[in-house]
């Protein structure tokens, strides 16, 4: 279901100046470049565009900043033709690492399919954007104009200036077979308002350009997930569903019928499993998805699914909780069943379970991902992801992909088409990585209609007439949440007076979304009451949802065992006299709303108020939509803690995000006296109802949670040293590592720690008031969490600031960790000197072996290891076995760099199976798997035993893709694909593998396992019949392995061309 990735082939036509003008695409590896006449004029700035004329272009997508510009040539004009194209030239041996090249096809078939693009539109402060339409056909060519093909006529909403140039990728054929060239300019008229016009890529076949044009190819799955089983859907009266995270359902609801009817056909159509609701921040994206899911668990007509899962990142923003909840849910009646079960449905479940090979017993260690893809093979499920943007790339030259490798494999367990389950994500940024699946349909969350606007207006309570509301909804653009915050301040602060809007300043043109939503917000504060406004100040110092056992700690700032006053109840004469006062005020026309009553103490401070009062305004600030409140019968601080206060035991409260900002940005204003005693109650108020993790045998990411705000809170207010005791001490629980080497969870270590930090200029630099005794420990632990999530380069200045600050305070000798550590990242980026460098500055620390602890010794026999390992890699075979200390150390030496010779099988096999023996059942995993990728190639090469070699490498897969380690993954990837594309010649299953660690390479930087990925790649080309690609890609590898000095990539590469 995957088809070309246009984002991957496009390319930026820029001006002298470096400006953007247009968009080109690539269409052959020697580096020939398709966009339109026109900007190639815009970018020259003349009409006069001879061949050899040059202009800048930028890779965007190259995975190395030094080779995203270059100097291109024109090279191909349609002499004496008025089509608008042009074909450009850049000199390089090969294309910028992650660049790819188009299919190209012609038009003349593609009538009524589908198409996607990408191109340099701009969008707001968005410019690199996708877009999606229909090929409707060829017309015919304008009067006096002479063409060489039709023009191909489209249909699209985001066909926009910038899109000159981009590429028109037929989704059903997958084939680009146009250039986008031209938009209507409807102006006034709504008439081919969403027409654009392409040239044919049939002219790129004719006179001089010569392009190769190509036929429509098969697309190919995954190879795990060739010949699996699929099990049919099967209806349900009653899914179980978890929308404890989702919004309540509007009251007010109108309009979005379009969109409603959209998601209900995607869900229906058996080819999409995936649904973006893309769109800005209040146009009502979650409400959406909402109201749609709601449709369908009551809708008759819609089938139902086995099971509804809600997450929202605004309220629980940890990625790996996610996986954690999502398993939990899918397993809610699996996870301890064994399949001699009485129950017939639980045994089927069970058997389902182990048709993808997963066995319920070894649940806890399976790989998270399989796991899902397994249980979504057994059913229907919808998943809804809210609030996707916060962990996409805002801007940028990778806008719009995920910056988690989690999140991205989740979503591709439905991009793959091999279930039946979708998933619908809400986001402000496009799903860019999901642009190449045709599982995945985006649809935009734009302004209401007028009519719908002024429906809503009315709904709420808003009283004028048409033409006054229509004023409205037009001048503030139709824009959701500032329309209801509108109508909010309306009827609550002003009986409800149309007039009460109009007389705040509509937007201007250059006034962006957020900054309407933000002055709308400071708008309505100005009539809040002082309590409302301290409770929304305090509110927005939370990151997660606030449960109402922190009202008395944190709102009032009192003892968690007071009890907040109650009013006086009235005695029975008092209650009657009560009622008469009422009904003379009401007779007389002088009786108050109860929205007014509250207004007689507008000054009256939030720690003044009683009992009453006080959930008084909490209803109010609800109603006004600043705040929501949800039930979660779940919520982790409501197990750990007695409710003080009776009946909310499931209860708590969010805010909304855009309301969030603005009360968070007046809560960090440095003149707010409240925000340092506010973030000590919150950090004290976790302190006390956080679950004791050192008495937990295996505990769960959702106990961590708690723990994590208090270090946030705590580094809120500057008591780093307290925050990183808690770190250490709790999380980690000091050198056993919880988090990191037991759980694997580095990414989570990551957000824990960036409480330390601020980022200038791209760099991280540890907050000024931290500790200086914890600072270099600091530096060091966040070091190795990037290095382990795939950052190597970033990890190297942090690793250098931590042994200068260890210096200083004469821990020097734990820096023979931090060389050691620097080291590896050094290695991994191809970069061997440096590692040799910081090898020999590690064991002078450590060389008085005598005298120091067990554990330091372990340091220096670690730094003498990694030093055998870069002499084996520069081939200096002489110098590495001069430097084993004892036999122990030849297993690293042949570990080294994943390179065997045919003599060291056999006690590279023996050395496996000791150290597998060894590692088994510990949580070592990221030395553990690639000794079962070993063990796989050893059983190849001395037995030929390519089934259980198999086995061990499918083991070693399932493993890498358990953890946050991102070079393990990407070599036990590697191993799989020189597997399958070299020793058993199945190249088809090779690519997979070898096309994903390719990606993670060039996302990471690791030049060396590059090297070795792409003579795998040359190997599966070879065993193709692709001989042209395999001596690309061979000569590719041996020149990097030349720059890095890296022997045995120049032997491989070689022995590649040498077949050829």
């Not at 693009?117 to 707001?124: A, C, E, W």
């Not at 409770?535 to 949802?545: D, Y």
């Not at 982790?636 to 209860?651: F, L, P, R, V």
Request: glycine share 6%; net charge negative.
């Amino acid at each position: 279901m995957k088809i070309q990735n246009c984002r991957n082939f496009t390319v930026q036509i820029r001006s002298a100046n470096d400006s953007i003008v247009g968009t080109g695409f690539v269409i052959s590896q020697d580096g020939r470049i398709v966009t339109c006449l026109h900007v190639v004029r815009d970018a020259a700035r003349t009409r006069d565009i001879k061949l050899g004329l040059e202009i800048n272009v930028y890779f965007a997508q190259a995975a190395r900043d030094e080779e995203k510009a270059h100097t291109a040539r024109v090279i191909g004009l349609p002499d004496g033709y008025d089509d608008d194209i042009a074909v450009l030239q850049i000199d390089v041996d090969f294309l910028p690492a992650g660049v790819e090249v188009a299919r190209v096809g012609e038009a003349e078939t593609s009538d009524g399919h589908t198409f996607v693009s990408f191109g340099y539109r701009r969008l707001s402060h968005y410019q690199g954007l996708p877009a999606r339409g229909m090929i409707l056909g060829l017309g015919e060519p304008p009067q006096n104009y002479r063409l060489v093909t039709d023009p191909v006529i489209l249909q699209s909403q985001q066909i926009n200036d910038g899109m000159s140039g981009s590429a028109v990728l037929d989704i059903e054929r997958d084939l680009v077979v146009g250039v986008i060239a031209q938009q209507w300019q409807a102006e006034k008229s709504y008439r081919d308002r969403d027409t654009g016009i392409a040239v044919d890529t049939q002219v790129l076949s004719l006179f001089a350009m010569n392009a190769e044009l190509s036929e429509a190819t098969p697309i190919r799955l995954k190879s795990e997930d060739l010949d699996i089983p699929l099990k049919r859907n099967q209806t349900v009266n009653l899914p179980r569903t978890n929308l404890e995270n989702a919004p309540p359902l509007l009251s007010e609801w109108v309009g979005r019928e379009d969109l409603l009817a959209g998601l209900n056909q995607d869900y229906l159509d058996p080819t999409c499993n995936i649904t973006g609701l893309i769109g800005f921040g209040g146009e009502g994206k979650s409400s959406v998805a909402r109201h749609w899911i709601e449709g369908v668990i009551k809708q008759p007509n819609l089938p139902k699914p086995d099971g509804v899962f809600w997450w929202g990142f605004y309220e629980q923003r940890s990625v790996d909780e996610f996986y954690e909840k999502a398993i939990a849910f899918l397993l809610k009646d699996v996870a301890h069943l064994q399949t001699k079960s009485t129950d017939k449905s639980q045994r089927v479940q069970a058997a389902l379970l182990m048709l993808d090979g997963i066995d319920v017993e070894e649940l806890d260690t399976i790989d998270q991902t399989r796991l899902i893809r397994g249980i979504l093979r057994t059913g229907r499920y919808i998943f809804i992801i809210d609030g996707m943007e916060l962990y996409q790339n805002q801007e940028g030259d990778n806008y719009g992909l995920l910056q988690s490798n989690k999140l991205r494999d989740f979503l591709t367990l439905f991009a793959e088409g091999v279930n039946q389950s979708f998933c619908v994500v809400t986001s402000r940024a496009p799903l860019l990585d999901f642009i190449a699946y045709k599982t995945n349909v985006e649809r935009y969350v734009e302004r209401l209609s007028d009519a719908d606007g002024q429906k809503l207006l009315k709904k709420i309570g808003v009283r004028g007439t048409d033409d006054q509301l229509q004023r409205v909804v037009h001048e503030w653009d139709g824009y959701a949440i500032v329309l209801r915050l509108l109508g909010s301040y309306s009827v609550d602060i002003c009986k409800g007076d149309v007039k009460s809007i109009l007389n705040v300043p509509p937007p201007n043109d250059d006034e962006g979304h957020y900054e309407r939503v933000q002055r709308v917000v400071a708008e309505y504060d100005k009539h809040l009451s002082v309590a409302e406004q301290e409770f929304l100040l305090i509110f927005s110092a939370f990151r997660i949802p606030v449960a109402p056992s922190a009202f008395v700690p944190v709102f009032w700032g009192r003892d968690p065992a007071w009890i907040p006053p109650r009013k006086r109840q009235p005695v029975g004469w008092e209650r009657r006299l009560i009622k008469l006062f009422k009904w003379i005020k009401k007779l007389l026309g002088l009786s108050r709303s109860d929205k007014d009553s509250h207004r007689k103490n507008l000054s009256l401070r939030l720690h003044e108020l009683n009992y009453e009062d006080f959930f008084e305004l909490v209803e109010r600030l609800t109603k006004y939509q600043l705040i929501k409140r949800f039930l979660d019968a779940d919520f982790q601080a409501e197990k750990n803690e007695t409710e003080k206060i009776k009946g909310t035991d499931k209860i708590f409260y969010s805010m909304h995000p855009l309301a969030h900002a603005y009360y968070g940005r007046e809560f960090e204003n440095p003149g707010n006296r409240i925000a340092k005693d506010t973030h000590e109650r919150i950090a004290d108020y976790y302190s006390r109802i956080m679950p004791p993790i050192l008495s937990i045998k295996k505990p769960k990411l959702e106990q961590f949670s708690l723990h994590v705000e208090s270090v946030y809170h705590l580094c809120k207010i500057g008591a780093y040293k307290k925050a990183y005791f808690i770190y250490y001490s709790d999380i980690q629980r000091e050198y056993e590592w919880l988090l990191n080497l037991k759980m694997q969870a580095w990414n989570t270590s990551k957000k824990i720690l960036e409480n330390f930090f601020v980022v200038k200029n791209g760099s991280y630099l540890v907050k000024e008031f931290v500790d200086e005794r914890i600072r270099g420990f600091v530096y060091n632990d966040f070091a190795l969490c990037l290095n382990s999530l795939g950052n190597p380069r970033k990890a190297i200045p942090l690793y250098e600031k931590s042994i200068v600050k260890n210096v200083h305070l004469d821990f020097s000798l734990y820096n023979a960790s931090s060389y050691s550590h620097m080291a590896d990242s050094y290695k991994e980026l191809g970069e061997i000197a440096l590692a040799f460098n910081c090898v020999e500055k590690g064991l002078e620390l450590t060389n008085n072996i005598e005298s120091i602890e067990l554990s330091e010794r372990h340091r220096h026999e670690n730094l003498i290891r990694k030093k055998v390992i870069l002499f084996y890699l520069k081939g200096d075979i002489e110098s590495a076995l001069s430097n084993l200390v004892n036999q122990s150390h030849f297993d690293v030496f042949l570990y080294g760099a994943n390179k065997r010779r045919e003599k060291d099988w056999e006690k590279l096999l023996q050395l496996s199976k000791e150290q597998i023996e060894l590692r088994d059942g510990i949580y070592d995993l990221h030395r553990y798997i690639p000794w079962k990728s070993n063990l796989a190639l050893s059983l190849l090469m001395t037995h030929s035993n390519s089934e259980i070699a198999e086995q061990h490498l499918r083991e070693a897969l399932e493993k890498a893709r358990s953890i946050d380690n991102h070079l393990c993954l990407t070599e036990t990837l590697c191993a799989h694909g020189h597997f399958f594309g070299r020793y058993k010649q199945e190249p088809e299953k090779s690519y997979p593998y070898l096309e994903e660690s390719l990606q993670y390479t060039l996302e990471s930087g690791y030049r060396l396992c590059e090297a070795d990925i792409r003579v795998g790649l040359a190997w599966a080309h070879l065993n193709s019949g692709k001989p042209e690609d395999a001596r690309r890609e061979a000569n590719r590898a041996k020149k990097m392995s030349q720059e890095m000095g890296y022997h045995w990539g120049q032997v491989d590469a070689d022995e590649v061309l040498a077949t050829l």
